[in-house]
């Protein structure tokens, strides 16, 4: 997350007051930018966040394919080979 | 200019261009309105929703190109923008995946169709490679890390000398203007060839009506 317009601003006039703060400000600044939690497993090195978004997209694909597809009532599906009849409705 | 009465029409580049275009696609397949009923599979809505979200990727990077790129780090509308460019990238990888995996089980690639699904495989590769860029033009530390971390696996394959991931000007321009045509134009290609081609036949399912042949 990045430091707030305030927090930017408090640390610059630290700054300004004592340039040897600056060791301070980096570490200051990187503690606010900590970017979360990891999960390590071998080479793999992947936030928790990212992870539960590759859990949600493997979810969603498993109810992609488990899912029923809504048919419109002006559907005419004959021995598996159906069309949508636009044509007809809208005339 | 009128041709003369009974004279065939004389050969020029506009009307073979014409005639080419015309025939890319086959006659009431550039939108139709009548569809096979396998068809209706929620993966094709993946595929339009990619689509849909890119076109959000591209309009939210519209506007912060407009800002510049450190215009996010200092405005609450920048920040929010910032951030719907973000999550619409989330959502355009997201959908893709999933239309990738389903296409991939049902073997998209038969009837002829090797072409639609290599232009995805691109698509995807090439849309990589543009978030991979995005990374680098965040002008924080975090693009400041990435960019040191990769410039070894960039060099590693001998292309540091004309892609340096270290210089952020090039870097943004990558991002913002050749990496996106190259997605938009190859997105283009893979929806003409769906729609030259049609969409592929469930694997048990009716004879194609494009190749002829039964899976």
Redesign the interface.
């Known amino acids: 997350m990045?430091p707030t317009?305030d927090e930017t601003a408090a640390l610059d006039r630290d700054l300004e007051r004592s340039p040897d703060r600056a060791e301070r400000y980096v570490v200051t600044?990187?503690g606010v930018?900590e970017?979360g939690k990891y999960v390590h497993w071998g080479v793999l090195n992947v936030s928790v966040t990212n992870l539960a978004?590759i859990a949600?997209?493997i979810v969603?694909?498993l109810?992609?394919?488990l899912?029923p597809?809504p048919?419109g009532a002006d559907?005419d599906?004959e021995?598996?080979?159906?069309?949508?009849?636009?044509?007809e409705r809208s005339s | 200019m009128t041709a003369s009465a009974g004279a065939p029409p004389r050969a020029s580049w506009t009307t073979g261009l014409r005639n080419r275009l015309a025939a890319v696609v086959p006659a009431g397949q550039v939108l139709p309105?009548?569809?096979?009923?396998?068809v209706?599979?929620?993966?094709y809505?993946?595929g339009v929703a990619t689509l849909a979200a890119f076109l959000v990727v591209l309009a939210s990077g519209a506007v912060l190109a407009m800002g510049g790129v450190g215009w996010w780090?200092?405005s609450g509308f920048g920040?929010y923008v910032n951030s719907v460019h973000l999550w619409s990238v989330?959502v355009f990888f997201?959908a893709m995946?999933?239309h990738l995996?389903?296409k991939f089980w049902m073997a998209a690639w038969r009837g002829k169709r090797a072409l639609t699904w290599i232009t995805g495989v691109v698509a995807f590769v090439t849309s990589i490679g543009t978030a991979f860029t995005g990374y680098l033009t965040q002008s924080?530390?975090?693009s400041q890390w990435i960019s040191s971390e990769a410039k070894d696996g960039i060099n590693s394959i001998g292309a540091g000398a004309f892609f340096n991931v270290l210089n952020p000007g090039q870097m943004l321009l990558w991002h913002v203007v050749l990496l996106p045509v190259a997605v938009g134009v190859v997105a283009v290609l893979h929806v003409v060839l769906v729609r030259r081609h049609g969409v592929v036949p469930p694997l048990d399912?009716?004879e194609d009506p494009i190749s002829g042949t039964v899976e």
């Not at chain 1, 021995?79 to 044509?87: A, F, I, T």
């Open positions: 990045a317009r600044v990187a930018l970017a978004i949600v997209i969603v694909f109810l992609a394919i899912l597809f048919h559907d599906v021995e598996g080979v159906g069309v949508r009849r636009d044509e | 309105d009548r569809q096979p009923a396998y209706a599979s929620w993966i809505v993946f780090h200092t920040h989330e997201a995946v999933i995996w389903g924080n530390f975090d399912g009716p």
